[in-house]
């Protein structure tokens, strides 16, 4: 559905994304791992076109036959938001702040040409039950919601539009567990119902291993590693790899460790 | 987060001053817009028998030097200073804003090209281009007003501009472009409302220089042409007959003085609670 071929980005003469080629197909989970400054974020704004000014991509981005970097401005806008969605870590920067839930969702809704008001909000209330929210959120600002209301809002408008590609970045990172673990099940949950395919961006593997079926390791720029789930985690052959599986903590071994120190005692 | 709501006084220490602020404001502007209703007297008529005269029933504040009832003309004349210093404010918001909000957002090259212009725009002095035009198109208000325009809207477009720089880098600008609006549309209906605020600041406090500005030009008489009845220019009508009555200097000096410290005032109280200190001052 979207493959990534031979993509860079650059600053001036320095590469910040190096020749990158991926593809996703239609209800993948892929998950893009990496520290922080690989340039997993660069990438999946490059999809959407959403690269600041000063940096320039080269390479194509095919999405469904058609090179997104070659599309006009005004082609672009009509995908981004009902064929291609984001989701950001950001949860409370991700909402004008003067504005309410409801008006967010029916500017969004007006921007792709839904003019009939009643259906509109309809669609907005469905689109908030689906993330496990009320009426009442429709009429509040943002900044009368929690950090994990909030996030599921923007699960919620990124996928009013049913899209093809929901990228999330990075959106459980400044959330607690319990609210994260929510927001992951919503969006499993929503991806069963709608088969939308989700580009994951994350540093955390704990969600990797749960929901992805692709995973893709990025380190300084390049995809070191991709394939199936449970040939990288298997299998890994990188050595970077290795390393941040290893350095991942998981349950066993931290109950193993403790039960050492409590022989030791 | 604070509320959209009418900047009215916050309870704190200072309260007071914006209240009387707000007040005085109300009071020169209903002052200002009802001198058309209770006028008794033609600001331009002559009559040189009433000339000099000092205040009475008829002529509260005496008449000037051409038997001019100096209360109408003051009345007048504050609708004409006033009027005018808004008008150049509102043109150069009008011109300061969009040229902003289209460089900040766009960054970049248009970035770069706009900000040149303005820059050459910000090396006229003040003084210099509205000699120079008065010069070159004749002294009169309007060409004034045309002066104070080319001069003051650098200083919104820079102040839009860096507050949109600060604010299209914000996730939500990018969700809303991820959303497919236009940037038309956002700039709108997503920045607009952020630098409102901030322009309302520094538009007041600069009411103030605007004000003193054409009527410093109407006194050496670039400004306002006479018979119009204009702050500046009835300082300047009142000079010959300053040692023997000072007051008609100082009816529209105190005008002037008192305006501008009001509209100071509001200005700083604005600030206060816009809370936008640095930018208003750099």
Redesign the interface.
């Known amino acids: 559905m979207l493959s990534i071929r031979q993509l860079s980005i650059r600053s001036g003469a320095k590469k910040l994304v190096d020749n990158v080629s991926l593809s996703i197909r239609e209800g993948d989970w892929y998950a893009l791992v990496g520290q922080s400054g690989s340039g997993k974020t660069l990438l999946s704004q490059a999809i959407g076109r959403m690269l600041p000014p000063n940096l320039q991509a080269e390479g194509s981005i095919f999405y469904k036959e058609r090179d997104v970097l070659a599309l006009s401005s005004e082609q672009m806008r009509t995908i981004r938001g009902s064929k291609l969605s984001y989701v950001f870590q950001d949860y409370q920067g991700s909402f004008t702040p003067f504005r309410t839930i409801g008006q967010h969702f029916e500017e969004y809704q007006k921007a792709h040409g839904c003019f009939d008001s009643r259906a509109r909000q309809r669609n907005a209330l469905d689109a908030l039950d689906s993330v496990g929210l009320d009426e009442s959120v429709y009429k509040r600002y943002p900044f009368q919601l929690s950090g994990g209301q909030l996030q599921r809002v923007s699960i919620a408008v990124a996928l009013l539009l049913s899209p093809d590609l929901l990228i999330a970045d990075e959106i459980t990172t400044a959330l607690d567990s319990v609210s994260g673990h929510r927001i992951m099940e919503f969006l499993a949950k929503r991806q069963k119902e709608t088969g939308f395919a989700i580009l994951f961006i994350t540093h955390d593997w704990r969600p990797v291993k749960r929901y992805a079926n692709r995973i893709a390791v990025m380190k300084e720029g390049q995809v070191v590693e991709a394939g199936e789930k449970e040939h990288v985690l298997d299998h890994p052959q990188h050595a970077y790899t290795k390393q941040l599986i290893n350095a991942a903590p998981t349950l066993d071994r931290v109950l193993a460790a403790s039960r050492e120190e409590a022989e030791i005692v | ?1 604070k509320g ?1 709501s009418l900047p009215w006084p916050k309870a704190n220490k200072r309260r007071w001053l914006g209240a009387v602020a707000w007040l005085c404001v109300l009071l020169v502007g209903i002052v200002a817009i009802y001198a058309f209703f209770v006028l008794r007297h033609d600001p331009t008529l002559t009559n040189l028998d009433h000339r000099l005269q000092g205040g009475s029933l008829q002529h509260p504040l005496g008449t000037d030097q051409l038997g001019r009832d100096v209360l109408t003309r003051l009345l007048l004349g504050g609708q004409q200073t006033i009027g005018y210093s808004l008008l150049a404010l509102t043109v150069s918001l009008v011109i300061g804003i969009p040229f902003g909000l289209i460089s900040g957002f ?4 248009v970035d770069r090209i706009f900000m040149r212009i303005a820059d050459g725009f910000l090396a006229f002095p003040d003084t210099i281009v509205a000699i120079v035009l008065s010069g070159l198109l004749g002294a009169g208000i309007g060409n004034l007003v045309l002066a104070i325009v080319i001069v003051k809207w650098v200083s919104y477009a820079r102040l839009v501009r860096s507050t949109v720089l600060a604010e299209s880098q ?3 600008v ?9 940037p038309g ?1 956002i700039m709108r ?2 920045l607009f ?1 952020h630098i409102a605020g901030h322009v309302l600041v520094l538009a007041s406090l600069d009411l103030g220089k605007v004000i003193l500005l054409i009527s410093a030009f109407s006194y050496i008489g670039l400004g306002a042409q006479p018979p119009t009845p204009e702050w500046g220019a009835m300082l300047n009508d009142a000079r010959p007959y300053f040692q023997s009555k000072p007051e008609f200097m100082i009816y529209p000096g105190l005008a002037i003085v008192v305006t501008v410290l009001l509209t100071n005032m509001l200005g700083d109280y604005l600030r206060d609670r816009f809370d936008v200190k640095k930018e208003v001052q750099s």
């Open positions: 987060m959209w766009r960054r970049g090259l914000k996730d939500y990018l969700i809303a472009r991820t959303n497919g609006l236009s549309k209906k997503h409302p």
